[in-house]
């Protein structure tokens, strides 16, 4: 008896599969522009201004109405999916958003909890909805291939306004009035201050690093061009947190080829960019790391300790549900901690993620938290092992930015950052597409 081949995801199901076709073209056409627009949001910005709403808050509200519209036109199991759309990283996703209400519920600072959680809705909810645009490899590589596209907009913002010394898109006070010894520091095409956009390039290059190693011929020199501009932009924006990062996955993809016969050729070719990096960054970049260690410098070295020590005794007060999400600013204005050196009379973030973790959503959260980044590994190296090249590239890359931005997140307060959550999604994403390859191999 001749066997049934499995049919396509978007035709099972008949009609109401035909009737989602378009809504699924028009939600990745959204994932694309969210992937690009939440780097280059001062451009997004600039665009809308006369508008009564942002780009992102358009972009926001299509995903979600969009995907509400998609689930609505399919059953919710299909056999194409590997048998459910809720695998078991989005189940932790919404086991820790479940946890942080109960956390903002034990909280001191209620109306500060519910902004902060409008905001991180803001990060989950897009990323979930782009996990449902997302029906093939191809589309992952879309996905993947805007970020890096914003990625080489925004290099190029950098080093046209490194040399102008002007503000190009840029309007919000966070990018406009950061610096450091009397320097300017460029954010880009963002409005975030400078060291969150340049930890957003950073996972832009960190990927177009990757992918110019794996992907076809064809695209390799447009990739390391995107991936030389990423490097030199980053050099100019004076900000050591992503350049660890970088450093950190330019380490990692040359140990995956230790064993290769060029290996010591990419050795000597890694320290010729570090030392014509070195060469070409600016006076203030240097001086930074070398203030590394140096309070008499930098002394924004007292005030990280004083986040570590304030978030260590609020951690040691509430270790089971923390202190609550959004919560931990009012605490560093608080009089308790008046005369910890570094302190500003202004609220300001726990900056290292995952203490910041502990100390908003307890020790149960920082472990589901935990939980959720190693189950999105496991699904990345799942599928860099699929017989599908473009989808284990993609994968690849999309662990090695991972990585670099939660390297670079010690330093950072992210837990609430969009591309965060667009890695995790994205990830979870590769995994569930390596499962459906599997699934579409052995079916008769």
Known sequence: MASTAPSSPMLHGGPNRLMAMPVQHLLLLLALLYAALTQLDAVGNRLTASLPISAGEMLFAGLVAGSLIWLLTIRLNSPQEGGHLLPFGVRLIAILCAWIFVCWAMSAHKSEGV?????????????????????????????TGSIVLAGTVAAVIVLIEYKTGTRLVATSIAATTAEFEGAARSSGGSDENPTTAAQMLMVSTVLAMALTVYAARRWQPVLLGATALGIVALGQMSARSALIGLALAAGLLGWRFRGHRAFPLMILAGIAAVIGLIAIAPPELVERFMAIGDFAKDRTLFRRITYLRIGGDLLS????????????????????YRWYPGRILEPRELHNMFLDTAVEYGLVGLALFALLVREVFRQLIDASRSISQELSSVAIALMLALAALLAASFFMPHKDLRYLWLLLALGLRAGMLAQVGRLNRNTP
């Open 115 to 143: 902004d902060y959680i409008i905001k991180l809705s803001g990060s989950i909810l897009p990323a979930l909805c782009i996990m449902l645009a997302i029906s093939s490899p191809r589309h992952l590589t879309l996905v």
């Open 317 to 336: 007060g509430s270790p089971i549900w923390g202190i609550g999400p959004g919560n931990f600013p009012s605490y560093y204005v608080g009089p308790e």
